[in-house]
């Protein structure tokens, strides 16, 4: 990469040192504070009988790259008391999981079918936020690590260019 960029070493300025690990520090909060959010929404959930309203698999690609990764998507109604609510989430995360192949998001949303009954979540404190499965994603997790590289390679960079 150029001088001025990043480079596998990490950033090569002290700007770009402290991006680093304020991007880290961020993605690592924000994963951690979902992971508690989703953990908490499970454990207090209550369940409710939903009906699956349309099922598929959704396409995704990010900037230049050529990857595409899948995310599977149900859209399912329920009632919660005396409510009506539409949701579209399989687990209370709001980091959504993506996945490498179709069939592997398919698997997902395998079984659920269009018209069917199911059992959906709900935590009473946030009732239009439901959920199929009654457990936690990694999603949250992949966050946490991610930002603690960012952060390690950042703070490293860092220390390097004030010692340096």
Do not use: C, W
Request: without cysteine; hydrophobic residues 35%; proline residues 4%.
């Amino acid at each position: 990469m150029s001088d001025d960029g990043i480079s596998i070493g990490g950033p090569k300025t002290r700007k770009g040192a402290v991006l680093a690990l304020v991007v880290g520090l961020a993605l690592t909060g924000y994963g951690a504070y979902d992971y508690t959010q989703q953990s908490d929404a499970v454990e207090d959930a209550v369940e409710v009988e939903a009906a699956i309203t349309d099922v598929g698999v959704e396409s995704t690609s990010s900037g230049h790259s050529t990857d595409v990764d899948y995310r599977p998507t149900v859209r399912f109604t329920y009632e919660y008391d005396g409510t009506e609510y539409a949701s579209t989430e399989v687990f209370p995360s709001a980091i959504t999981s993506d996945y490498d192949t179709e069939s592997a998001a398919r698997e997902v949303v395998a079984e659920y079918a269009v018209g069917e009954s199911t059992t959906a979540y709900v935590d009473p404190a946030d009732p239009d936020g439901g959920f199929l499965k009654g457990k936690t994603s990694n999603a949250p997790l992949v966050a946490v690590v991610t930002g603690l590289l960012f952060a390690l390679v950042g703070g490293r960079s860092l220390l390097k260019r004030v010692r340096g």
